[in-house]
């Protein structure tokens, strides 16, 4: 696929959703991308076998793939006969499939930018995030939470299948990686611009989902509201939510990159035409 202009490009995308066969036969018509950069941002595949081969496919098609995990990712696998992994060993485990598959990880040294924004390098930084349910009214009390979200729908499958150990709780998981994600932004040249990714949206604000409204308190957390503003952020690019678009807050362009659910994209389109170009500068 010839892509024009000049230099290389980085697209994203994310919540591949591979369980569906109409999914992953989009993404085996994915044409190749030569030396452009791939951005996962998460929620490719529930099965670690189906997330191997996806990643396998994706960096024989693209010169870098930067993946980041999605709560679907991170479900602990309860088939007959699977090994049962959870929480952080789950996680760990999916950065050694990724790695093995060429692709860069939250866990790897951010890659810089070939090229240079005004004279300044660009880090893309794979983040891995989780949220803490501060996404939730404050006249909500967390252990009201869930009795809240059923007066409107079910309570998200992640408090079930996204086990939080050795952790306490997810807000104890999202904290800590939090912690981690800022002390190594905060490491990076001081003139140093950022791509942030993630899976799950940086502000709350950005978040329309009027479908399943009560869904925002596993949406992120309120810690990264002005983490574009502390780490020069041009683009930050975040999945999740199945609502394709793009907002620009403070000089920075924040990309939702999903694909989703096989009613929920133009499959005549192809899985090429809902990559979103986020090159810095462009």
């Known amino acids: 696929m010839t892509t024009g202009g000049s230099g290389k490009r980085l697209w994203a995308i994310s919540d591949l959703h591979l ?5 992953r036969a989009a993404l085996r018509d994915l044409p190749d991308h030569g030396e452009d950069w791939l ?24 010169g870098a793939v930067v993946w980041v995990p999605g709560n ?3 479900w602990t696998d309860r088939r007959p006969g699977a090994v049962a992994r959870r929480g952080e060993a789950r996680y760990r ?19 810089r930018w070939p090229e240079d924004l005004e004279g300044a390098p660009v880090f893309v930084a ?32 992640d408090e079930l299948l996204l086990d939080p150990a050795p952790f306490d709780s997810r807000a104890d998981w999202c904290a800590a990686r939090c912690e981690e994600a800022e002390t190594r932004l905060a490491a990076l040249p001081p003139e140093a611009r ?43 690019v975040t999945g999740h939510l199945h609502t394709r678009r793009t ?5 920075t362009r924040f990309h939702e990159v999903s694909l989703g659910y096989p009613r929920q994209w133009e499959q005549a389109r192809g899985m090429a035409s809902y990559l979103k170009d986020v090159t810095p500068g462009r």
């Open 126 to 157: 794979p983040l891995f995030l989780l949220y803490d349910y501060s996404f939730r009214p404050q006249n909500v009390a967390l252990e009201d939470l869930k009795d809240w979200v059923r007066q409107m729908h079910a309570v998200p499958a």
């Open 39 to 62: 951005i996962l941002a998460g929620d490719i595949a529930e099965r670690e076998e189906v997330f191997v081969e996806a990643l396998e496919l994706l960096s024989g098609r693209f």
């Open 194 to 236: 950022t791509v942030l990714v993630n899976h799950w949206p940086l502000r709350e604000e950005l978040i329309r989902i009027p479908r399943v409204p009560r869904f925002l308190p596993w949406c992120g957390t309120r810690r990264t509201h002005d983490w574009h503003r502390r780490f020069r952020s041009v683009e930050v």
């Open 19 to 23: 369980a569906a066969e109409v999914n």
């Open 247 to 251: 907002d620009i807050i403070d000089g």
């Open 93 to 111: 485990h999916l950065v050694d499939l990724a790695r093995g598959t060429g692709a860069i990880t939250p866990e790897d040294p951010y890659p």
């Open 72 to 74: 679907h990712d991170l």
